[in-house]
């Protein structure tokens, strides 16, 4: 499990002051106006460095950072396509039952009556439910709605996302 979770990637400049266009990357883009400090990734998510935020800005369409010590255009330029993490300590404290997506993946996904499907890629959001995308070897992606009716357990330690899939579902995939 990563110390820290990526929250945003810096988008470039916004006016001419060293504001920052963020694109947020988690599903609560509110979290940005509390925001006090972040690590700064490269796209290997390698760190930077760490960055004092100055200030932040979340309305209906942007998210804006001024970071201290970045004053104009050209400094802004240089972190552009960088992500924005945040330490755990620092993270939003999750309900219980709820998991930061960066924790699922990864995890081996077993169904109750066939076992083993393989594990977690990704986790997609299209509207209506979150999407779990599970890996299988030498097979297409399964596609699993993340759905209380289906998931019934996730152990973070055991590194396993128990599912009883629906009648017919798995059958689509294969």
Avoid: Q
């Avoid at 369409?61 to 201290?68: A, E, I, N, Q």
């Amino acid at each position: 499990m990563k110390d820290y979770l990526i929250i945003g990637k810096i988008g470039g400049a916004h006016g001419v002051r060293g504001e920052v266009r963020i694109i947020p990357l988690t599903d609560d883009v509110r979290r940005f106006s509390s925001l006090k400090e972040c690590l700064i990734l490269d796209g290997k998510e390698h760190l930077k460095e760490t960055k004092e935020v100055e200030k932040a800005r979340v309305d209906d369409t942007r998210t804006l950072v001024k970071f201290k010590g970045i004053d104009d255009r050209d400094e802004v330029g240089k972190l552009t396509g960088f992500f924005l993490a945040v330490s755990r300590e620092d993270a939003v404290k999750l309900p219980e039952g709820r998991y930061f997506i960066a924790d699922l993946i990864g995890l081996s996904v077993v169904d109750s009556e066939l076992g083993e499907l393989g594990k977690i890629k990704d986790i997609m959001n299209s509207g209506a439910s979150d999407i779990i995308i599970v890996k299988r070897k030498g097979k297409n992606e399964l596609l699993i709605p993340y759905l209380n009716a289906i998931v019934k357990n996730v152990d973070l330690s055991a590194g396993v996302m128990s599912v009883t899939l629906p009648e017919g579902l798995y059958e689509i995939y294969e």
